[in-house]
């Protein structure tokens, strides 16, 4: 099993940068990867960004690209989404996820399927 905790978030106006955290325990050396996704109301859950475990190949959703970042912090079993140059449309409900499965070298993580274990989700709310 593996537990995550996710932190950050909030109500913040377009340009402003924002940093979600998401704290992984349990039996965490089973990880291949890390994902964000994000689910707008009415909408369904997307891919924003994933990372592998090992060797920190990130992959993002071209809507975020250039703006969003992935980060790990090994020591901390922390992943970490920094978010800058904040739009009204990445208002979303956004949730970490953890992938226990290991997939061939170019696969991006972009898919919901591939994870077993989700975060709590955290608001993100861009007024205009």
């Known amino acids: 099993q593996v537990q995550l905790a996710q932190s950050g978030g909030g109500l913040v106006q377009a340009g402003s940068s924002l940093r979600l955290s998401c704290a992984a325990s349990?039996?965490?050396?089973?990880?291949?990867?890390m994902g964000w996704f994000r689910q707008a109301p009415g909408k369904e859950r997307e891919f924003v960004a994933s990372?592998?475990?090992?060797?920190?190949?990130?992959y993002y959703a071209d809507s975020v690209k250039g703006r969003f970042t992935i980060s790990r912090d090994n020591a901390r079993n922390t992943v970490y989404l920094q978010m800058n140059s904040l739009k009204p449309e990445d208002t979303a409900a956004y949730f970490c996820?953890?992938?226990?499965?290991?997939?061939?070298?170019?696969?991006?993580?972009?898919?919901?399927?591939?994870?077993?274990?989700w975060g709590q989700g955290t608001q993100v709310t861009v007024s205009s």
């Open positions: 990372i592998r475990w090992s060797g920190g190949n990130t």
């Open positions: 349990g039996r965490t050396f089973s990880r291949s990867a």
């Open positions: 996820a953890a992938s226990i499965t290991a997939y061939s070298s170019s696969y991006s993580y972009s898919s919901e399927w591939a994870y077993t274990y």
